[in-house]
Structures are given as structure tokens and as C-alpha cells.
């Protein structure tokens, strides 16, 4: 099985030199029994890499049970591993088997390591070493056969040297290490994983798939993604939500995420936990503001160019005044000797004007410039 393969076969989306060494590491390890210590930021996919691993393995047949370590209950996370016997606490009004046991046989993926507190991770490490634990109240060993996968967002030698983490667990859990990489360092991987998203949302809610533009794709690589891919995933999918037409362009996005421009901390990305009155509120707030903004810009824009170059249909009224017609000439003389100068990219036009990219799109539109654009659009 090719590497690419591999990829279709367990859903994994990408073509960057990173994600392809990864596959090329699951595809070595996959059919042992080695533990795995999966590491990387929320949001980054470590799960879809541990359902790999196991689907690939010699246990893909038997059960993959996923175990979230920093969302049960500290007093109840021993219970909820190795299980508990009837009446070994209160509650325990029945025999109830953990998820060691759930797994025999198949793979237990401790997701979140780095959550689970230091007292039960004595246990975790006799279990890993000898296969076998005591359920809570019990008088007898219960032995498994299971392989374990672990994930963290934290530093777990950093966890170590705090003495948050038992050392003798991290060295057995790191036998093999997978390092995923932030989305904002696999950039390249953006417009698979986009159309990925857009093709699985309209098939799973049987609506028509809309078209991305170019330009939407590159607004898209632009932002860093603190929250990787679930937090592209969510993008993708309230903006055809939202969406009225059947194209999603820059605009889809522009209250959806917002990409800090330079020398200003404004543009930052948007809560969507909100109602839907606060985000309308929120909407019409930052458009009366980038409004603002996008006059004052233009206008400094038109001011300097006419000091650097008078334009011939420039009429002036007095000292403060110029009409509005020739304002607009201006402006728009502006923008394309800006655009030429950049040879169509405009990106680097709206460097050369001093405004942000949103505006010369904008502008772009308004005054339909297209013969000075190059197919690169944006990039």
C-alpha cells in the first residue's frame, strides 16, 4: 500500500512533506503492538491518527476505545479504566466493567495524558507493563491484551521536570512519537482539507456543494488557526450556513475569522458562542468601523497622490476641497498604478497603498478593475 493510499484508506488529508513522513511512521509501526505517544496542539487531528493506527493493525477487528483523560472526574477516572465491583463505593450499585477491559483484545487511546493525576498514573503504568490490574473493590487480577495509544497537547517533558508527570510512564508511553504539526505550518494543506470539509458538510445535510473562489482560499491560508483543524472544520461550515448564494467567497469569511493586519490589534477572531442578535450587533459594529476606517484610508490615499501627481480632472474648490468625481478618478488612478507596479498581485498592491487587502478588494469590485489583476490573484 502506497503512502497516498494509506491516506484515503483512514481519512487522512494532506499532501505536505510532514503529514506524508507521519503516514510513512504509522505505516512502519501499525501492525506492532508498540505503544504510541501521539503529541500535538488541540485541534490538530491526533484522533483520526490513532484510529489509523489502529485500523491498520493486526487488531482492527476487535474494539478502538477512546478514553478523553482530562474530562472524567478525578475520583471517578480509576473507576471508569479498570472498572469497580457491586458496592465498592457508593453508587456502585452494580459490577461494571472499566475500558481496559472494553478494549481486550483491541486498542485503548488515552487521549489527553497529560490530564491524569499523578496518583493514578502508578496504576496506568503496572497496567501497561504487566497487562493486568485490580477493578476497584476487587479481590482479584484481571489480565487484558490491549495496545495502548496515548495523546497530548502538553509538553510532557516539561510535565516531567515540574514533577507533574511520573517520568517512568512518560519513557513507556514514548516508545514511538508522532509530532503533528499546527495548521499554520501546513499551510499547503488548507485547500484539501477546505474542499474536504465542503464536500462531506453538503453530502452529510444533502444540500448542493458551493464553489470556492481563489481568493477565499487564499483569505483562508492567511489566518494562523489557533484551533487547527476543528476550528477550520466549523469555519467551513457555518459559512455555507450562513451563505445565500452558491459561492463562498472572501466575503463568507470576513466576520467568521479575522486576520491581524499590521501595526493593529482590532482584527481578531470573532467568538461565535454568541446569540444570534449579539453577533448581529457585533456585525454591524465592525462594519461602521472598517467603513470608517476604509474612508480615512482612501482619503490619505487620494491626498497623496494628488501631491505626488496632479490628476488632470482634479477640480478644486478651495484650499480643503476636491469633488467627489475627481476623488473617485483619483482613487481609482491610485489603485491601478498600484496594481501595475505590483504586476497584478494584490497583495502587494495594497502594501504599496498602505491599506488593508479587504480594502483594495473591495475597491477592486467597485471600480471593476480587472485587466491590470493577474491570474495569481492574491497570492
Known amino acids: 500500500m502506497t503512502v497516498e493510499e494509506f491516506q484515503s484508506k483512514f481519512g487522512i488529508i494532506g499532501k505536505s512533506r510532514e503529514i506524508k513522513d507521519l503516514v510513512s511512521v504509522l505505516m512502519q509501526v501499525a501492525e506492532s503492538d508498540i505503544t504510541v505517544l501521539i503529541n500535538g496542539e488541540s485541534g490538530t487531528g491526533k484522533e483520526v491518527f490513532a484510529r489509523a493506527l489502529h485500523g491498520a493493525s493486526r487488531r482492527t477487528g476487535k474494539n478502538l476505545v477512546s478514553v478523553n483523560c ?16 457491586k458496592g465498592s463505593f457508593t453508587g456502585a450499585t452494580d459490577k461494571r466493567k472499566g475500558y481496559f477491559e472494553l478494549a481486550d483484545g483491541g486498542t485503548l487511546f488515552l487521549d489527553e495524558i497529560g490530564e491524569m493525576p499523578l496518583t493514578l498514573q502508578v496504576k496506568l503504568l503496572r497496567a501497561l507493563e504487566t497487562k493486568e490490574f485490580m477493578k476497584v473493590g ?70 448542493p456543494e458551493p464553489d470556492i473562489t481563489p481568493d477565499a482560499v487564499n483569505y483562508l491560508r492567511e489566518y494562523s488557526w489557533p484551533g487547527n483543524i476543528r476550528e477550520l472544520k466549523n469555519t ?21 475569522i479575522r486576520i491581524p493586519e ?69 482613487e481609482k488612478a491610485a489603485i ?36 491590470v489583476i493577474s491570474d495569481q490573484g492574491g497570492s
Open 70 to 85: 482530562g474530562a472524567i472526574p478525578e475520583g471517578l477516572l480509576e473507576s471508569e479504566l479498570f472498572g469497580h465491583e
Open 262 to 330: 499590521q501595526s493593529s490589534s482590532r482584527n481578531l477572531p470573532m467568538p461565535l458562542n454568541k446569540s444570534a442578535e449579539e453577533v448581529e450587533r457585533e456585525f454591524i459594529k465592525l462594519a461602521l468601523f472598517e467603513l470608517k476606517k476604509d474612508i480615512m484610508d482612501l482619503k490619505n490615499i487620494v491626498l497623496e497622490t494628488a501631491e505626488r501627481k496632479p490628476v488632470p480632472d482634479v477640480r478644486v474648490h478651495d484650499e480643503n476641497e476636491v469633488s467627489d468625481m475627481s476623488m473617485k478618478s483619483a
Open 138 to 207: 476487587a479481590e482479584r487480577i484481571t489480565k487484558v491484551d490491549v495496545r495502548i495509544i496515548a495523546a497530548t497537547n502538553k509538553d510532557l517533558q516539561a510535565e516531567v521536570e515540574k514533577r507533574r508527570f511520573r517520568e517512568d510512564l512518560y519513557f513507556r508511553l514514548k516508545a514511538v512519537t508522532l509530532q503533528i504539526p499546527p495548521l499554520r505550518k501546513r499551510k499547503g494543506d488548507i485547500d484539501l482539507l477546505t474542499h474536504y470539509f465542503i464536500r462531506n458538510y453538503c453530502t452529510d445535510n444533502d444540500i
Open 336 to 371: 491601478i498604478r498600484a496594481l501595475r507596479k505590483a504586476k497584478g498581485n494584490r497583495r502587494l498592491a495594497s502594501v504599496i497603498l498602505g491599506i488593508s487587502e479587504r480594502t483594495l478588494y473591495r475597491k477592486i469590485e467597485e471600480y471593476d478593475i480587472k485587466e
Open 236 to 256: 467551513i461550515e457555518t459559512a455555507i450556513a450562513m451563505s445565500r448564494n452558491s459561492v463562498l467567497s472572501v466575503e463568507s469569511f470576513y466576520h467568521l
